[in-house]
Nanobody, 122 residues
């Protein structure tokens, strides 16, 4: 599975942005997926996850209520809608396929996409 994130850019604090992650597989609907982010000088951290059907979603406390993860299996694409953005949301955002049992841990994901940079100005 190859994943390619897109949609990043520069946005002012309080603004919104939607990033997407497209997959190159017809079996996309079989996979649980996650979004992570990595700010300069920091470790990669969990942002949100979604089950294969889209019925279950999980969020980091830092983005709960502001970000929404969703997916369109017909388009083999997962989305991350980000509202009320803050400067501390600035990071490269990555999507990945979950292969382990815990949805919030980096080690339980593989097939990391290239990432897309989101910059939030104050």
């Amino acid at each position: 599975v190859q994943l390619q994130a897109s949609g990043g850019g520069l946005v002012q604090a309080g603004g919104s942005l939607r990033v997407s992650c497209a997959a190159s597989t017809r079996t996309f609907r079989s996979y649980d997926l996650g979004w992570f982010r990595q700010a300069p000088g920091k470790e990669r951290e969990f942002v949100a996850a979604i089950s294969w059907s889209g019925a279950s979603t999980y969020y980091a406390d830092s983005v709960k209520g502001r970000f929404t993860i969703s997916r369109d299996n017909a388009k083999s694409t997962v989305y991350l809608q980000m509202n009320s953005l803050k400067p501390e949301d600035t990071a490269v955002y990555y999507c990945a396929v979950r292969v382990g049992s815990t949805s919030t841990q980096v080690m339980n994901y593989q097939n990391w996409g290239q990432g897309t940079l989101v910059t939030v100005s104050s």
